[in-house]
């Protein structure tokens, strides 16, 4: 039995306390925002937030994370952050596949969060590790500054 926060939800779940944070969330919550891309926490797929720092939930043992809180993508109806990093979404329009877009949306909002008006190379930091496959990453990076106010595009 592990006992989770989820979305700000306490939830008793019958799991290992071993399974993935990425598991109990597709296949046993059945929030399927989060996606699984390589199972070895480097592409950043998975990324969700826990206790509002991004980490890789296929690399997190559900029973380690005690009473911190998981917030996922579809956890984010809440934040204003969120919302504006959303609207530059919107805007710039950066998906194709879309497979990897929770996860950089998540560590786009985590970097928000911890500096309003990030630098050019603050937000390559942030997204460095994560992959996406269709070569988009010009259009994040101008979604991202469309949520901090710039007007300028790569």
């Not at 950089?104 to 937000?123: C, F, G, V």
Request: negative net charge.
């Amino acid at each position: 039995m592990v006992v989770l926060n989820i979305n700000n939800k306490i939830v008793r779940l019958d799991v290992s306390e071993d399974m993935p944070l990425l598991w109990v969330l597709r296949d046993v919550m059945g929030l399927t925002g989060t996606k699984y891309g390589c199972g070895i926490g480097e592409c950043g797929a998975c990324t969700v937030h826990l206790d509002d720092k991004p980490v890789r939930s296929c690399s997190v043992p559900a029973g380690s994370i005690g009473d911190k809180s998981v917030i996922t993508i579809e956890g984010l109806d809440r934040d204003p952050i969120a919302q504006k990093i959303l609207d530059g979404w919107v805007e710039k329009q950066p998906t194709q596949c879309g497979y990897c877009q929770p996860g950089q949306i998540m560590t786009a909002i985590a970097l928000l969060h911890e500096k309003e008006k990030p630098s050019k190379e603050e937000i390559n930091r942030a997204l460095s590790g994560h992959i996406c496959r269709c070569g988009m990453y010009q259009r994040i990076r101008n979604a991202i500054k469309v949520a901090i106010g710039s007007t300028e595009d790569e």
